[in-house]
């Protein structure tokens, strides 16, 4: 069985979602393996239906016009996996920019990869660069992909890069403040994400943008992620809508009444 290669080309514009509209969500695909168990199929159909529904994620966010889309890949910690799934999740990685890189440059998709590149496969390592490289110019939607990503590994990495600068004279530590470390992230010039969307039940982040969750909206579903689709989407819009972000402070109204 092959991947379904739904094409992306030509996606109209925003279609003016009246509703508030976060600008950066951030995904955490989780029930592939799941999905294909609950129907007595192979874990690996699970990830191949996967895929599908991240194209589904794509073209939803390039319709309702939000501005980034951060996906979980691949984390540090999927590398303990059965030697053979990893190959065959590689693989999936390669098709998927093999196969889908030109709709998305077509479309006005950029293409970002955060995480580490340190003894990845060659191969794989200038595919990456490749999609980063051809739609770096592109505004309409900008595709975070966390690939081989922990947030932990993140926030360490920029702690080291911090200290380096101390040792080397560059920065007072005394000046380091949010914003300093920050400005080390691999998001370094992306918003943090307003929604963070979990699929298949679980209440958790998994190392996933640990720093840049602080005031996150989360929201988590219960249908597993080969299930996901613009219905289910909107549906997890619709409850960030509702949601009233206060970031630390007091409603107005809250304010004036002294509760």
């Given at each position: 069985m092959?991947?379904?290669v739904?094409?992306?080309t030509a996606i109209p514009p925003a279609d003016g979602w009246s509703r508030a509209l976060p600008r950066h969500v951030g995904i955490i695909m989780d029930g592939n393996g799941r999905w294909a168990a609950a129907r007595g199929l192979p874990r690996m159909e699970g990830h191949r239906r996967g895929v599908e529904a991240v194209r589904r994620s794509v073209r939803t966010a390039l319709e309702i016009g939000i501005s980034y889309l951060t996906i979980y890949s691949f984390s540090v910690e999927n590398w303990s996996r059965p030697p053979?799934?990893?190959s065959f999740l590689m693989g999936l990685l390669k098709r998927f920019i093999r196969n889908d890189l030109a709709d998305l440059h077509a479309n006005g998709v950029r293409v970002r990869i955060i995480g580490s590149r340190e003894g990845l496969d060659p191969e794989i390592t200038l595919l990456l660069e490749e999609a980063e490289t051809l739609t770096c110019g592109n505004g309409r939607l900008t595709l975070v992909v966390a690939f081989n990503y922990g947030g932990r590994q993140e926030?360490?990495?920029a702690a080291r890069r911090l200290a380096?600068?101390?040792a080397?004279?560059?920065i007072d530590p005394a000046s380091i403040c949010p914003e300093t470390i920050c400005a080390e992230l691999d998001t370094a010039d992306m918003p943090d994400p307003d929604l963070i969307i979990r699929t298949s039940g679980e209440q958790r982040?998994?190392?996933f943008l640990l720093w840049q969750s602080a005031y996150a909206e989360f929201v988590f579903l219960q249908l597993h992620w080969p299930d996901f689709d613009r219905v289910a989407f909107e549906a997890a819009l619709?409850?960030?809508a509702g949601r009233e972000r206060r970031f630390g402070g007091l409603r107005v109204e809250a304010e004036k009444t002294g509760s």
């Open positions: 092959h991947d379904k739904e094409t992306m053979q799934e990893v926030i360490a990495d380096m600068r101390v080397a004279g560059e982040l998994s190392n619709d409850v960030y």
